[in-house]
């Protein structure tokens, strides 16, 4: 299969940045996974050290690296602010394909944040404003009756983005590929950002 980037399947190896390389297998993926091409695991640590990981769906990507957005007093928000380092792996079961990346985290600005929320089903704003997103919930009524109070609170109006609900942006060190192949003499590649460059180097698998 031919890609945009002029890389194929077979020879992503060839590659010499990782980005487009990115880019191309997540097209690919979204051509046959069945749902959710972009769900990545989001690794962060706690303040004890202990690793905590869960999904997130990827909403940006540029040369500065993934966006993701959430609420920020959420146990992932609270491990990011404690220790701004992360990884992510993304798992195309229908390609059999892993990325790994691993980076430091910043907050995207209120202006990007702005924008995104705006893009949101009008449901998925009201559920912004009405979720504390890992603080225990006392009932799913309770969550009902909040979503119905800013629904009738925000009425037909626009809707702004509550302060606490913005993005984060994962800034790669390193970013790895691995491509299934037979015997489990799978590909992998991973760079390691050097300034404004990237050093590859394969690895065994
Ligand atoms: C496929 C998938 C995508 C998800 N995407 C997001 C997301 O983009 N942002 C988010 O806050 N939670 C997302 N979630 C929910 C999180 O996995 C998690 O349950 C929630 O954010 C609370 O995590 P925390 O307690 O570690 O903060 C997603 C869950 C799944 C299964």
């Known amino acids: 299969m031919k890609h945009p980037s002029g890389l194929t399947s077979g020879d992503f190896t060839i590659a010499d940045e990782p980005f487009q390389l990115f880019s ?9 996974e069945p749902r959710d091409p972009n769900a990545m695991a989001l690794a962060t640590v706690d303040a004890d050290g202990l ?5 997130v769906l990827l909403k940006g990507l540029d040369a500065r690296g993934f966006v993701f957005f ?12 404690g220790n701004p380092q992360a990884a992510l792996v993304f798992y195309w079961k229908s390609l059999n394909r892993q990325i790994r990346v691993r ?12 924008e995104y929320f705006a893009t949101r089903p009008r449901g ?10 890992s603080a ?7 969550l009902e009756k909040a979503v119905a ?27 790895e590929f691995w491509a299934d192949r037979p015997f489990r003499l799978h590909d992998r590649i991973v760079f390691h950002r050097k300034g404004e460059t990237w050093v590859k180097t394969r690895l065994y698998p």
């Open 136 to 142: 225990p919930l006392e009932s799913r009524f309770a």
């Open 51 to 55: 690793p905590n990981v869960r999904m």
């Open 24 to 32: 191309a297998w997540l097209e690919e993926a979204s051509a046959s």
């Open 103 to 114: 980076g430091e985290v910043e907050r995207v600005s209120d202006a990007e944040a702005d």
């Open 70 to 81: 959430t609420n920020l007093g959420s146990q992932k928000g609270q491990e990011l602010r």
């Open 149 to 175: 109070l800013y629904a009738a609170k925000f009425g037909l109006g626009s809707i702004s983005r509550p302060a606490h609900w913005s993005g984060f942006r994962i800034l790669p060190n390193s970013i």
């Open 124 to 133: 998925a704003q009201i559920g912004a404003w009405a979720s504390q997103q």
